[in-house]
């Protein structure tokens, strides 16, 4: 069992910067992937990035990269999303999600969820 919880999101303006972070229980935290997923308002959850269980592999859905950054340290049991250049419509809840998977943007393939963190960008 793997609890997460996210932290990290607010109100920040166009182009401006904002870390979440998502720190996760348990024991076992290097034996899973990561991802993170954000849902819009009457918009369907999508894929907004992923690591590795080392951390040495990463992906990211075309419309963050560039932008946004993650990863993780596992002595801390903590993954990060650190986001820059902020855009209106990255305004969304953001998720942080666990599954013993390789990286994938499938968010059927991932075990555990966070409760997610609210982020917004005003224009």
């Known amino acids: 069992q793997v609890q997460l919880v996210e932290s990290g999101g607010g109100l920040v303006q166009t182009g401006g910067s904002l870390r979440l972070s998502c720190a996760a229980s348990?024991?076992?935290?290097?034996?899973?992937?990561m991802g993170w997923f954000r849902q819009a308002p009457g918009k369907e959850r999508e894929f907004v990035c992923g690591?590795?269980?080392?951390?040495?592999?990463?992906k990211y859905a075309d419309s963050v990269k560039g932008r946004f950054t993650t990863s993780r340290d596992n002595a801390k049991n903590t993954v990060w999303l650190q986001m820059n250049s902020l855009k209106p419509e990255d305004t969304a809840v953001y998720y942080c999600?666990?599954?013993?998977?390789?990286?994938?943007?499938?968010?059927?393939?991932?075990?555990?969820w966070g409760q997610g963190t609210q982020v917004t960008v005003s224009s």
């Open positions: 690591i590795s269980r080392s951390g040495g592999v990463t």
């Open positions: 348990g024991r076992t935290f290097s034996s899973y992937a």
């Open positions: 999600a666990a599954g013993r998977v390789v990286v994938t943007a499938r968010p059927n393939e991932y075990e555990y």
